[in-house]
């Protein structure tokens, strides 16, 4: 109690003396405070301060959304460009001041020290590469965003699991209702490349919005979601992503298979056939454009005569080409042959252009282009921990038919996110907010996974908490 009185006293002193300076600042000179750049700079502090302040609650919520904000066409989305670095900075340092502070550390797993053997791996291709300064910028992010997973993503979730994956399912809907808002009712793209749009629905709303619906009881709020997931679906569809229904889909699937629920499979795939045979009745010329649009647009995305792949072959193979050239220490980490080509302009970097960047297709080949054949190690084994995370989530499920874990909807995120790589080059770009999210979830189901919590979870009609009953683990009786 009296731990809880000094710190509030401390922060009432440090906010006085803040007020003052700023009070001293403003009449010292004035200039400061008309000055946008300035305002901005202050507010962007003050965010900071506050999300630090609540940290554990509210900063990993404000982190993605700054991420999200830059991946997006909203006004002062260049803003959210720069902020997100900041963001990501301090809440890697203040996560492990966090993390030090616990009474009760968790420890570290081997995905801990496999990846920062992969920022080792990335530090050394960035020595090699022709464009160091920014291979090394990179490299930097690339280490703060493991250094948060450490220690911020696993303070923000231990102790408080029903509230953060209370608060996720409601950012999943709240994200819906706004895309299509966005998409549906205004007709403004505001994710850009529709591939970003059908990344962010494939690979984290459907999975997390279709386990909310399984795991909840109460029948009205399951019809919300039930909306919600319904409109999420059609987003995804909408966006006409290949890579992002395929990872989808197969993320759904490998999990009703994984609970013995093959009737909800039975019941999708009834549905959507009654919609087709439907839609050819009542009105066959419309059946004939659909059918007809849907093979264009979707199967083989306007390349009928490349095939299905035709859209990823170019880049595929323009990326084995380069590899060839470069084979051993790679490019450098985050930059590839047409950013070499590129004048490395003067200041800070807080984003790569499109100019300066190569589309390869693939996370997978992109990684050893950037890296080589003597640094893609670490990478592969922090892969296959990853899909031992995910046997082990699928496995669970088989064995006890239980949906209602904390770990279900992070095994769907992973599958989804490493079936959606192998066609895009996201998963170690980690300017791009589905990055920063995919880690934070292999980060938080390795902790789950190892550390024993309770697995059963049930969702209440409110929906501000998940009501799990706390079981603890029985302790070895002594031999």
């Known amino acids: 109690m009296l731990m809880k ?20 600042l403003a009449e010292w000179r004035p200039a400061y405070f008309t000055n ?24 990993f919520a404000v982190m993605m959304l700054t991420f999200l904000w830059a991946g997006t066409d909203l006004p002062l989305s260049g803003v959210g460009t720069t902020s997100r670095w900041i963001f990501l900075g301090v809440g890697a340092l203040v996560g492990i001041v966090k993390w030090l502070e616990r009474d009760r550390r968790q420890s570290f797993n081997a995905i801990h020290f496999v990846a920062m053997l992969c920022v080792l791996s990335a530090l050394v291709s960035s020595m090699v590469s022709r464009l160091m300064e920014l291979s090394l910028l990179k490299s930097g992010s690339f280490f703060l965003l493991f250094l948060y997973e450490t220690g911020g993503a696993r303070v923000a979730v ?24 966005c998409y549906w009712g205004l007709h403004y793209e505001v994710f850009g490349n529709p591939n970003s749009l059908g990344a962010i629905m494939g690979v984290v709303v459907v999975p997390i919005l279709l386990w909310a619906v399984l795991c909840t009881d109460e029948r009205h709020l399951r019809h919300r979601l039930a909306f919600a997931l319904f409109l999420a679906a059609g987003l ?71 095939g299905i792949l035709g859209s990823r072959e170019s880049p595929w193979q323009e990326t084995v080409g380069v590899i060839k050239e470069n084979p051993w220490f790679g490019t450098g980490f985050g930059t590839d042959v047409v950013v070499q080509l590129q004048p490395v302009s003067s200041g800070l970097v807080f984003s790569t ?28 084994i922090v892969l296959g921990l990853i899909l031992r995370q995910v046997y082990r989530g699928y496995s669970r499920m088989w064995r006890t038919r239980d949906v209602h874990a904390f770990s279900v909807p992070l095994v769907l995120v992973c599958m989804a996110g490493l ?50 009953p706390v079981r603890p683990v029985p302790a070895s009786s002594p031999r």
């Not at 231990?158 to 809907?173: D, I, N, P, Q």
């Open 5 to 24: 009185t000094d710190s509030k006293l401390f922060g009432f002193l440090t906010t006085a003396v803040l007020l003052s300076l700023l009070v001293a």
């Open 419 to 468: 079936v959606h790589a192998f066609f895009e080059d996201w998963l170690f770009a980690v300017g791009f907010h589905l990055n920063v999210f995919f880690w934070t979830a292999v980060f938080v189901l390795a902790e789950l996974q190892s550390s024993g919590l309770p697995e059963t979870v049930s969702v209440n009609a409110a929906w501000r908490r998940l009501n799990m």
């Open 353 to 380: 252009s499109a100019a300066q960047a190569r589309e390869h297709g693939n996370s997978y080949l992109a990684i050893l282009d950037y890296v080589g054949l003597l640094g893609i190690s670490p990478f592969v």
């Open 36 to 59: 946008a750049k300035v305002l901005g700079g202050l507010l962007l502090m003050q965010a900071v301060i506050v999300a630090v302040w609540h940290y554990e609650k509210w900063f």
């Open 158 to 181: 231990a102790g408080r699991e029903r509230a953060f994956f209370s608060g996720l399912v409601t950012a999943c809907e709240a994200l819906t209702y706004f895309s299509a808002l």
């Open 236 to 306: 995804l569809y909408y966006s006409v992503s290949r890579a992002s229904i395929l990872a989808c889909a197969v993320a759904v699937i490998v999990m009703c298979v994984s609970l013995r629920r093959h009737h909800l499979l039975i019941k999708g795939v009834f549905a959507l056939i009654f919609l087709v045979a439907a839609t050819a009745v009542l009105q066959p010329q419309k059946f004939d454009s659909l059918v007809s649009s849907f093979t264009e647009e979707v199967i083989y995305k306007g390349k009928r005569d490349q």
